[in-house]
């Protein structure tokens, strides 16, 4: 699908804040209500607009470890990386899993209380895994940025 500068300054407006009501998108990106409305649903069917979320803040809500983690299998055949994948799909501290090339297979975003959630975690997804051959962490000191727009 071919995005004009309409559909684009929709987009952004969007991801700076999903929250806004049709009218007040309307006015923002210079269109008329029922063109923006139209537009924004049409963006929506065609997968362009994934889901609306609220972003909370991790530390202020009890999540005030961060842990950033390799993940490395002895077997990576499809089936394999698939059933890792099902089984941190489950796991709502881990926010995002990447596989990776080249290096680990794995990269996973994680947000948990504190360091004894993350050993309880990392038994669970990590230790008692016979294919997981190998895992590196790195804990957060500090988020200097984090956007999770994409440039349209």
């Not at 009218?23 to 029922?34: D, I, K």
């Not at 077997?75 to 698939?82: D, I, M």
């Amino acid at each position: 699908m071919e995005l004009d500068d309409l559909d684009k300054r929709i987009l952004r407006q969007l991801q700076q804040d999903a929250s806004l009501t049709n009218h007040a998108l309307a006015e923002r990106v210079h269109a008329s209500p029922p063109t923006c409305l139209r537009r924004v649903n049409r963006l929506a069917k065609e997968g362009m607009i994934e889901r609306q979320i609220a972003l909370l803040a991790p530390g202020k809500i009890g999540s005030s470890l961060t842990a950033i983690v390799e993940i490395t299998l002895d077997h990576q055949a499809t089936e394999k990386l698939l059933e890792f994948e099902r089984l941190v799909a489950h796991e709502i501290a881990v926010q995002q899993c990447y596989r990776v090339s080249p290096g680990p297979d794995f990269v996973l975003i994680i947000h948990v209380k504190d360091m004894d959630a993350y050993h309880q975690l990392a038994h669970r997804l990590f230790a008692s895994q016979s294919n997981v051959r190998n895992v590196k962490t790195y804990f957060t000191i500090l988020r200097s940025k984090f956007d999770p727009s994409v440039e349209v």
